[in-house]
């Protein structure tokens, strides 16, 4: 009645599977949980508001950007993160771009280059810029 609550918890299940040896060049889009073993040259993103999962393994390659609520990632992302829920970098991950999560756990040997961003809840209200006056 006040408004639906979200599901932050991740999906459980892995619905799709991108193998080795698989190239993809062009969007995803999905819904519940996606395994990337191979490389995408595109966007990765998760339908709706629901709880999406995307499990970017050892041996995977993105080039492009990804926006899923839950995400772990063990291989090469070149390109911004956004994790609206949860941001797991295991050992191997390599990120080359913007990482934006509201929770995160990086493991020992986990790289970023580039900015760590965490979101909060006032984040959806309009960002005002202070500008100091002519005397300062």
Do not use: C
Request: cysteine-free; glycine content about 12%; hydrophobic content about 40%.
């Amino acid at each position: 009645m006040f408004g639906e609550k979200k599901d932050h918890n991740p999906q459980k299940r892995i619905d799709s599977l991108i193998g080795v040896g698989t190239t993809i060049e062009g969007n995803i889009s999905f819904s519940g949980g996606l395994r990337i073993d191979g490389r995408v040259k595109g966007n990765v993103t998760a339908d709706g508001e629901a709880a999406s999962t995307l499990v970017v393994s050892e041996a995977a390659r993105i080039d492009g950007e990804i926006q899923v609520s839950h995400v772990v990632v063990n291989g090469a992302v070149n390109g911004p993160i956004r994790a609206q829920e949860y941001l797991e970098l295991q050992s191997k991950a390599r990120v080359t771009g913007d990482v934006s999560y509201r929770r995160m756990e990086i493991q020992l040997g986990a790289t970023v280059q580039g900015r760590l961003a965490p979101l909060d809840a006032a984040e959806t209200a309009s960002v005002v810029e202070l500008k100091r006056g002519a005397g300062n």
